[in-house]
Each structure stands twice: as C-alpha cells, then as structure tokens.
C-alpha cells in the first residue's frame, strides 16, 4: 500500500507489484507442491491457460520476444495475486485487521498531506508527482475497501467511515471515481441480501445506471462523440472489433494492442489497422496513450480470452454467493461487490494492469473465503469508532479464516 501505491512515483521500487504478485503466486504453487495446502483447480486452470497465451504468441511471432515476455508479465499480476491468494487463503486474526485499520487512517492522511504539497491539476498524471491522475481517487476507493473489510461488522458507523475514506477522492475527481463512488453509496445503503434478479433490485439498478450516466456523460460525449476519430481511446475500441475477427479465435498475441509493451516495441498491428496517423499511437511519440483503455486489450486474447473474462467475473459472483449462504455475512459480499464495480468501471482505463491492481485484487480475494469462529470479540475502538460489541455470529471478523477447500 504506502510504497506499491502511495509512494509509487517516488520511484523507490517500481517492479514492487509484479514482485510482490509472482512472489505470492510462487508461494502458493510451493506451498501445493509440499502439501501444505489443497491442490487449488483455479490456479492451475489459470496459470495453464497463461502459459498457453504466452506459448501462443511465441509462436505467431506477435512481437519481438522481450515485449511479448514484459506484457505477459503485466498483464498476469492482477490473476496471479487472487488466485494465489485463494489458494493460500491467509489466517488472519482480529489484531490483523486492526493493523490494516491504522494504515487505512494513515493513507487517508497521505492523501490529503500529498494533495496539499502539490495542489496542481490532479487530472492529468504527471510522471514523478505522486497520485496524478486518477490515481488519487482510485486509492480513496480501495483505502475505503479495505477499512470496510477490517471492520468487525456490518454497522452505520463502518458504513459511514468507509464513506468518509471514499470523500477524499472529492480531492481529485474524475468520472470513474464519481461512478464507483455512487455504487458504493448504492451498494452500502440498499444491498442487504445476495442481488437477485427482481423488482426491487431492478429499480435500484435502474436508478444507479442513470446516476452513473450523469456523472460520466460528459467524458463520454468528449470521447466517444466529438471527434472520436482523433481520439485513442474510441479507436481502440473501434478497431479491436477488426483485429479480433482477423486474428480468430485466439487474438493477436501479448505486446500488440492497447498497452504500454506494445508502443515501447511498436507493434505492426497499430500500422496494419491505421492507428500509427493518431497522436498517442504514432510510432516514436513521447506520449503514449495505448494502455487509456483496458477493455481493448482483450483484441490480443480473441474471442476465448472475453469469454474467459467473463466467466471470471461470473466465478467471482459465484463465491460471493456460496459465502454467504455459509456465514451470511453480508459486509464481505459488499466488500466483493464495491471491488467488482471498482474493476469493471476503472477497466475503462487501464486499472488492471496497474500498480493498484494488487489491492484491488488483495482486498476481492480476502472478502470471498470463509472464517470460523474463535472467541468473543473484543471492542475495537479506531480512531473514535467503536466495533464489535459482543456479536458472536458465525461471520463476525473476529476469526481465523478455515482451512476448508474453495
């Protein structure tokens, strides 16, 4: 969190993310192999279908061999920490969750410190000037997560911190953040029960989906309506549709559209589809805007690697739902449900291949496995808020996580 996200333009350690995501990956693959833990499908599945995508563009020649290897690690990161960390499932205790509160309320102040040392424009990143961008209020969202999650149980006053934490990204805000922002709110106050498809959770939907629209129409006219031909973003998504019926069924390989591997060592494929006369895509531009958008990148993946996407997503709603019909413990499927808008709404940038990815995914992974009861909890006073006063359900957070399979 403080040198993998908060720090990060200090430059101290750039590679922190992909270290610390094959370092948990290689620990849960050890830990299988010595018997420590259940063999976990998931991650085999996954690190199989990796290797094969990874063979794959070997073979078609998607790109010179370094590229294909530094995009191939890019893009595994996000993967490699959930599953790892599903596979490992971390004992944690009440003291844990505790630490996790002080460093929630510790960024929170980094934020504001960082916002007041440098007051310029936060809405375009600047190279070596900390949480640039959208970087501020992306943090304020998964700092908020992660509080919430630490909590000890489902309450007005977590809810109503959690939302303070959020507020900080006011700092900086962008469309996405107002978007994520407002599913949260929707997701903390409405959401008291596993979504189904009915009336009551329609109109919510309905009612989210228009206030969504609101906050971010303006980005999108900008984008996607005025001169979009000019524009990187849309014409990633316009020619993606090209390349994925070109490159059938599989895509066109790693290091070949929408990210930064593929500009470091230009790839063919943005001269073959025209998209070398856009500026942010011409080959030797200082500035590279390829990776302003995440979803295009499934054009390297082809029609199987949406699919996969897909099916993840689905996976995900799925351990949400079998957790809480084992501990009907509501706050954690929140928790999973704010991360999941949180990476389907910031996959309009490129949120999944960033240094943020980690607590992203850290945060989904800890919300979807089960806990067993220990004792009774303590009263956990944090920063002024009191939690846990006596509650002995079975999906209180004052346990350690069972051993039991996925």
Known sequence: MLFGVMFYELRVFTYIDEVAAMLIAAYACFNMYVRQIPPSKP?????????????YSFVIESNVPIAIVNDFVMQSKPYLVFFGLMAIKPRLDREHFTIMQGICWLSL???????????????????????????LSAVAILIGALYYLSCDRESLSSKVATILIMSAGILSPTSKYGAIFACTIFILFFVNKPLKIN???????????VVVFFVVKDEFIYYFIEDYEYNVRPMLYVRMWDVLADYFPFGSGFATYANPASMTWYSPIYTKYNLDS????????????????YYPIFAQFGYVGIALFVYFIYYIFKKMNNLYNATLDIKRYKVALIIVAYILIQATSNALANERSIIAMGVLALALYKYKPKSRPTAINSFGLDFARGNNNSNDETTNESSANQ
């Not at 991650?43 to 995508?53: D, P, R």
């Not at 410190?113 to 007051?119: L, S």
């Open 199 to 209: 009336l009551k959770y329609l109109l919510v939907g309905i009612v989210a989906m």
């Open 43 to 55: 991650l085999i599945i996954w690190l199989a279908i990796s290797l094969f995508y990874l063979i």
């Open 278 to 293: 856009i500026w942010g895509l011409d080959q030797g531009n200082q500035y590279h805007f390829a990776s302003d958008a």
């Open 109 to 135: 102040f980094l934020i504001v410190a960082i916002y007041i040392y440098h007051p310029e424009d936060r809405k375009i990143a600047t190279h070596g000037v900390m949480l640039t961008g959208e970087a």
